[in-house]
Structures are given as C-alpha cells and as structure tokens.
C-alpha cells in the first residue's frame, strides 16, 4: 500500500542553522514526490516536485530510491521558512491519487 | 490566474444538521479533488473527478457525504447528516489532467459541527 511517513510533527532549529525535513515513502514502482508548504494564514501551495529537479527558495528535495526517502533539505534557514510542510506522493499505481503525510511544523528561531 | 475558489469559508453546525460546500476550480482544469483535513493529520482524499465523472470515490462515506461536480467545473460536498467527527477543514483542489500535476488548493473550508 502507498505511504507517506513524516517523523517529526514539530522541528525547530535557528535562524541560519541548516533544516532536514524528513520524509518516507512505500511505493511499488516510480513514484512522483511533491513537497507542499502552508505559512500561516495562507493556502496550501506547491513547493517542489522532485521531476522538477529545481531549488525553491533555497529548499532542495532528493529522492532517494534506495532508502525510500525524499527529505526537505536547506543550508541556511530563514524566519519566513516557518510554516507547515507536506510530503506527499502521487503515480500511476495510486489511482491518481496524491497520498499526503502528516505534515512538519518548522519554527525558525530568530 | 485566478485561484481555487471556496466558500463558505467557515461553518459551525449542530450534529445531524446538514451542510454544503462549494468550489470553484481554475479555469480548464479537468480534475477537482475534495480533501478531508483533521487537526493534526494530512490531507485525505474524499473524492475526484475527472471533467464531470467520478474516477475515485473509495473513501467516501457514502452514508453521508454526496458530491457532484456538474458541467464539469464548479463541484459541491454535501455532508448529510453531519457527525462530530466530521469537524475537519474541507479542501478543494484543482490539476489540468491528474497525477503528475501540480495541485492547486483553495482556501478551505473550515467546518465545526457542535
């Protein structure tokens, strides 16, 4: 069955202190991974896409086949990096479905 | 672009009470997903359609919610009636074609059922 396991519920770290948001998955086959972010007061919103291959605001994501994993990953975290984030995982085997995890609340200490 | 539309925004109803919601989807995006969200957990999927048809209902509970997306834009969640255990933030989101998309989230609607 398709998962989507994220550790931490709750993370904090300083302001300029490397952050890892973890995330774990089960799949049989290719999964797509997606993270998603909300800060406070807004919607829900795409953060990247490990297709994409891309960094958004100084946030990187590498999936990890072997380890089942696709952690958040940024050097240097800023205050406005605070917010929740979603690891979620979607494919063809899901029904086209997009499975979700429980989420990580990032704080980032000034 | 104009985002997902939701709305209300917030409701507070009694247990056996019924309730409805509305969303609105980015224009040409073929599928809309209804999401359930408990304080504390992730985002379930209720429902999706593709256009105006169905293509996953199987955790739905059928017993009391209805949705329907007609023309295959707008899409309305009924809950009828309502539990306690109910109370959860319905989100409504919207993909040009499906699985590999990017999903775009409406606002939400934030329920409480009392």
């Known amino acids: 069955a398709q998962r989507v396991t994220q550790p931490e519920k709750l993370l904090s770290v300083f302001k300029g202190a490397p952050v890892e948001l973890k995330c774990n998955y089960s799949?049989?086959?290719?999964?797509?991974l997606f993270w998603y972010v909300q800060y406070s007061r807004q919607r829900l919103q795409l953060l990247l896409r490990?297709?994409s291959r891309e960094s958004i605001k100084g946030f990187t994501a590498d999936l990890n086949k072997g380890e089942t994993s696709f952690h958040l990953k940024k050097p240097f975290a800023q205050e406005e990096d605070s917010a929740m984030y979603y690891c979620?995982?979607?494919?063809?085997?899901?029904?086209?479905?997009?499975?979700f995890g429980t989420g990580t609340s990032l704080t980032v200490i000034p | 672009e104009a985002g997902v539309a939701q709305s209300p925004r917030y409701k507070i109803i009694e247990k056996r009470q019924s309730v409805a919601f509305w969303c609105n989807p980015i224009?040409?995006?073929?599928?809309l997903y209804w999401y359930q969200q408990i304080l504390g957990q992730g985002p379930k999927l209720l429902i999706q359609?593709?256009?105006?048809?169905?293509?996953?209902d199987s955790q739905l509970p059928k017993d009391r919610f209805s949705a329907e997306r007609l023309k295959g834009v707008d899409s309305t969640l009924k809950i009828q009636p309502a539990k306690l255990e109910d109370s959860a933030v319905y989100l409504c989101?919207?993909?040009?074609?499906?699985?590999?998309?990017?999903?775009?989230f409406g606002s939400g609607t934030q329920l409480s059922v009392l």
């Open positions: 799949y049989s086959g290719s999964p797509e």
């Open positions: 490990h297709i």
């Open positions: 979620a995982l979607s494919g063809p085997n899901t029904g086209n479905q997009f499975y």
């Open positions: 224009s040409g995006h073929a599928t």
């Open positions: 359609f593709q256009n105006n048809g169905v293509v996953d």
């Open positions: 989101a919207s993909s040009l074609t499906g699985w590999n998309e990017k999903l775009f």
